[in-house]
């Protein structure tokens, strides 16, 4: 004879009479329903198995489920159970069954084993980790210490099911999972995919939603890993329309016999769940959305993974590379301690902007049979800055070169060590892919270059520490020096190709001037966004405290102008990005000089909004002028509407100011 089948508790919580319904042994599934709908019951604890086979069924915000542990809820199959409450459990298998459980629930984790997860038992856990994914809205998906095996790929891609426009400012909270440590938690990936793809925001006919981004999603304190004789992975993380996502404590690791086919963590132009949904190719994707009116698509970069920061991340043993952004897509990342081995193509493939690569190595990464690999490849095609920062990176054992600069605008390569070996046969190669390949405004300053002497000698070691071929321009390669000056490179520690001394470049070596300088700058805004307000005249220099480059120094960041050092025909180019223009407003962006004590414009952009203020807009503006000495010059932006402001944002590739001479 079955002793209880439910029971109900009065609890005094927060000045009121709450009850906990218990259900035990012999309790039924319509008990369970009642409970759900009567307000009096707060909290309904399970000790017993309940089955929810009947639709619409919702566990309300005020309320909370308690799981003993042994006891589930199964969702019969095509039935969804919405979840807006609270969930009480251990980490403990709890939810079964093939419905869905949907919802909003108030919790700050959730587990795998909740949806049947099982870690160190060699069997799959691929179903039960997307269920808790699938589950969680913007919640922490926690790993537990243990080994966990993954046969299919771990998708992320939230529906929304709201009219969004180009750029919307309402992204969707992106995954975020963490482990219990990064030696600790382990995801073995035995599929033919990538271990976690992340894949921007859909609605619920499954169309992607162009321009908005999963956000501030994160993943710590886990391995993914590649066993021998246990598949042929793709790598271990994809990213498509992810923004400002995280990465901390985290190894990626193949092995020597089971290399993961892909890329340790790859962001691509456009990914296989598009192809899926109708879109094989960028040019198509652009195409279906741009004849839907509105906003048009004019570049991939909203697709990317964009402002990726990278924490003592561990990638090895990878086919293709460590950290792969797509020709053309807009990635861009910031790193501290990155350490990349064994990467065949690179260990690192830029396109994107605003890469700070500080700290960390990278080793033995290239192919020797491949001359088009390298340790890094920096390939940003298009007008706009990159801001490429290698600073404080240790390069060892790389084939062919260690870092190959195909295409950049505004990089600094500083504070780096590159060890030659008798696999490179050019330690750092500067342009030279195309003529349609250019680099400008590069600093490659303060790096050292050690030739081991008991390794080899001058016959058998790099040819070149630095080679600078065509299509370099704006650019300063100054203070790289050898650590051992017992072993020198074969031929010469530069090779410069006779374009280098056309266009305004500056090479020292050793006190040496190698190529004359003649005037160039790039400068951008950092530090803070700039506020631009009308007082009356609504007029405002841009400031710029920053500098790239200025090979003759008459930059002054204080007044903000570039003071022109010798007669010639220049060319001038600025970008800025904004918000806060009204629909209807007008400001007036322009270069402006000095002429007797007040600045007078000589280029002159109108722009007038036509959306509200909490709409991002960007401007470029660029010409060619002849320029007499001393004359100062500057960016400046006229508000016409009396009252109002708006915000100028900083960063390289947002908000810049550059300069060259192009003949006398």
């Known amino acids: 004879m079955k002793n209880i089948v439910k029971l109900l508790l009065l609890l005094f919580v927060n000045g009121i009479i709450a009850q906990e319904l218990v259900l035990t042994e012999g309790s039924t599934n319509q008990d369970f329903y009642n409970a759900l709908t009567n307000s009096a019951v707060t909290t309904i604890t399970l000790k017993t198995n309940i089955t929810i086979s009947a639709p619409d069924k919702i566990l309300p915000a005020n309320k909370t489920i308690r799981f003993v542990n042994g006891y589930k809820l199964t969702v019969a199959s095509n039935i969804k159970f919405e979840i807006n409450g609270y969930i009480d459990a251990g980490i403990y298998h709890i939810f ?329 046969d050019v330690a750092c190669k500067i342009g030279g892919a195309s003529s349609s390949h250019l680099v400008k405004a590069l600093n490659f300053s303060n790096n050292y270059f050690r030739y081991d002497e008991s390794d080899y000698n001058n016959t058998d070691g790099p040819r070149y520490s630095i080679a600078l071929h065509e299509g370099v321009s704006n650019s300063i390669f100054k203070n790289n020096v050898e650590q051992d000056l017992n072993a020198t490179p074969s031929l010469g520690f530069y090779a410069i190709w006779n374009d280098i001394r056309k266009r305004n470049n500056k090479v020292v070596h050793n006190g040496e001037i190698l190529v004359s300088d003649v005037p160039g700058f790039s400068v951008f805004k950092d530090g803070e966004n700039q506020i631009i307000n009308n007082q009356g005249n609504g007029e405002n220099m841009l400031s710029w405290p920053i500098e790239v480059f200025d090979n003759f120094s008459t930059f002054n960041n204080s007044n903000s102008t570039y003071t022109i050092p010798k007669k010639g025909l220049y060319n001038l180019s600025s970008n800025i990005s904004f918000k806060g223009l009204k629909n209807g407003e007008t400001i007036i962006f322009e270069f402006v000089v000095e002429n007797n004590g007040s600045y007078l414009p000589f280029e002159t952009k109108f722009f007038t909004s036509h959306l509200n203020e909490n709409t991002y807009y960007s401007l470029s503006l660029n010409t060619n002028r002849v320029l007499a000495t001393g004359k100062k010059i500057g960016v400046r932006i006229r508000n016409n509407n009396v009252g109002s402001s708006f915000t100028v944002f900083k960063d390289k590739h947002l908000t810049d100011f550059s300069g060259s001479l192009i003949s006398e």
């Not at 095996?149 to 529906?159: N, Q, T, V």
């Not at 329309?241 to 890329?263: D, H, P, Q, R, W």
Request: net charge neutral; with cysteine.
């Open 96 to 424: 079964s069954g093939d419905g869905e459980i949907i919802g909003n629930p108030k919790l700050k984790q959730v587990y795998p084993e909740w949806f049947g997860a099982i870690n160190n038992d060699e069997e799959s856990d691929s179903e039960a980790i997307q269920k808790a994914v699938n589950f969680a809205k913007g919640q922490e998906i926690f790993l537990s210490e243990g080994t966990y095996y993954l046969d299919e790929a771990i998708s992320y891609k939230p529906i929304y099911n709201k009219v969004l426009t180009f750029r919307s400012l309402d992204d969707r909270p992106g995954l975020k999972i963490k482990g219990s440590g990064v030696n600790k938690s382990i995801l073995v990936n035995i599929s033919d995919d990538y271990a976690i793809k992340v894949l921007g925001v859909f609605n619920k006919d499954g169309k992607f939603y162009k321009g908005v981004k999963q956000t501030n999603g994160y993943f710590k304190d886990f391995t993914i890993q590649a066993k021998l004789g246990l598949g042929k992975p793709k790598g271990g993380f994809l990213l498509f329309a992810a923004l400002a996502f995280e990465f901390n404590n985290i190894k990626i690791l193949g092995s020597y016999n089971n290399k993961f086919t892909g890329s340790g963590i790859y962001v691509p132009l456009i990914s296989n769940i598009h192809r899926e949904v109708g879109f094989d190719n960028f040019e198509n994707l652009k195409n279906y959305y741009n004849n839907q009116g509105g906003a048009k698509i004019d570049n991939p970069d909203p697709y990317g993974s964009w402002r990726t920061i990278l924490n003592d991340v561990e990638i090895d043993f990878c086919e293709e590379y460590g950290v792969h952004g797509e020709n053309n897509v807009g990635f861009h990342f910031k790193s501290k301690e990155l350490s990349i081995s064994r990467c065949k193509k690179a260990g690192i493939y830029l396109a994107g902007h605003n890469y700070r690569i500080i700290g960390g190595a990278i080793n033995a990464c290239g192919n020797e049979n491949d001359v088009k690999s390298a340790g890094i490849i920096v390939d940003r095609f298009g007008s706009n800055p990159n801001g490429l920062v290698i600073q404080g990176v240790e390069f060892d054992s790389n084939a062919n070169m260690h870092i190959w600069i195909k295409t950049s605008i505004d990089a600094n390569v500083q504070y780096n060590r590159f060890v030659a070996n008798k696999k490179i």
